[in-house]
């Protein structure tokens, strides 16, 4: 298995306060990505880095933002979370290029309250 | 930009063959394959890539149809342990980026 951890594992909060998840990984991939995943829309890109300090937005990047200033570690930040961002999150890692695998961490449920 | 992908649910018995279909209205370069079983992260199986090369599952084969921007998954005599929801995923920009279709549940049944 890719060593990809992400932290914290399950999370409860309340509207309006901030919530960081963290995602690790030990294999020096150059990509990481930040999905969540709910019933009915399947996997949906948040942000994604192509390197230290280098982010992007995807598919659903409102009220998200991103860091990554070492390349083991991507942080994704509800600046004032909703409860419409009650979700599973996902972090993936990837080395890029032709024939590229990602490879997805254990999950971050969230429940906003 | 998401890709398709159907059916969206399918039940089988134990041996039988299933097919999952995913399609996209942009051209394809690469079609990735993955499933996930409940409450578990997504698994990679199989990548196809533009031109035929194909890399992943030994027991799980898949076609990729570029005119037509078309990739299927072919699961032959079908295991319990292929139960979960399948994914594919499209990089139509070619950025290392993949949109996933919302994904097709199989079940299998003893």
């Known amino acids: 298995d890719a060593g990809i951890t992400q932290s914290p594992r399950h999370k409860v909060t309340e509207t309006g306060t901030p919530v960081t998840l963290r995602c690790h990984q030990t294999?020096?991939?150059?990509?990481m990505y930040w999905y969540r995943q709910d019933p009915g829309h399947g996997l949906r890109l948040i942000h994604y880095?192509?390197?230290?300090?280098?982010?992007d937005k995807g598919e659903v990047s409102d009220g998200y933002s991103v860091s990554r200033s070492k390349t083991e570690d991507f942080l994704l930040t509800l600046e004032s979370a909703t409860s419409s961002q009650t979700s599973v999150y996902f972090c993936?890692?990837?080395?890029?290029?032709?024939?590229?695998?990602?490879?997805f961490g254990p999950g971050t449920r969230l429940l906003v309250l | 930009q998401q890709p398709v992908q159907s059916p969206q649910a399918v039940i089988l018995r134990e041996g039988e063959d299933a097919v999952i279909n995913c399609s996209s209205s942009?051209?394809?370069?690469?079609v990735h394959w993955y499933r996930q079983k409940h409450g578990e992260a997504p698994v990679f199986l199989m990548i196809?890539?533009?031109?035929?090369e194909q890399k992943g599952h030994e027991k799980i084969s898949a076609s990729f149809n570029e005119k037509k921007q078309q990739s299927s998954l072919y699961l032959t005599a079908s295991q319990l342990s292929y139960s979960g929801t399948y994914f594919c995923?499209?990089?139509?920009?070619?950025?290392?980026?993949?949109?996933f279709g919302k994904g097709t549940r199989l079940h299998i049944l003893p």
């Open positions: 993936a890692i990837s080395e890029g290029g032709v024939g590229w695998t990602q490879y």
């Open positions: 294999e020096n991939h150059r990509y």
């Open positions: 880095s192509y390197g230290v300090k280098d982010t």
């Open positions: 942009k051209a394809l370069y690469s």
């Open positions: 196809l890539l533009k031109g035929g």
């Open positions: 995923g499209t990089d139509p920009d070619r950025d290392d980026k993949i949109i």
